[in-house]
């Protein structure tokens, strides 16, 4: 199964995770509806529904395995909760 997922902070291309998409499709560019709140954990960004803040970033398709490495990554779902989203290439996580 494939999955889409809008990724940023320390996973868009060029940072420090970036690795962590080998093997996935980039689809391209978008920047969120401007309805979330970005915080700064030190290591790495979050962000949450609710504000006023529209987060660029990146879509990228991935497979099951490729999903599950980067629930692993974000601690899923203790540390993160993962919720679709609108973009350009449709919804993605």
Do not use: K
Request: hydrophobic share 40%.
């Amino acid at each position: 199964m494939r999955h889409q997922v809008f990724v940023y902070g320390t996973l868009l291309r060029g940072e420090v995770n970036h690795h962590r998409l080998a093997g996935a499709e980039l689809l391209g560019a978008c920047r969120t509806e401007p309805c979330f709140t970005l915080f700064n954990l030190g290591a790495y960004p979050g962000l949450a529904r609710g504000g006023r803040t529209a987060i660029t970033g990146e879509v990228y398709r991935v497979d099951g395995a490729g999903l599950r490495h980067l629930d692993r990554l974000e601690d899923y779902p203790r540390l993160y909760d993962r919720q679709l989203i609108a973009t350009p290439f449709g919804r993605a996580w």
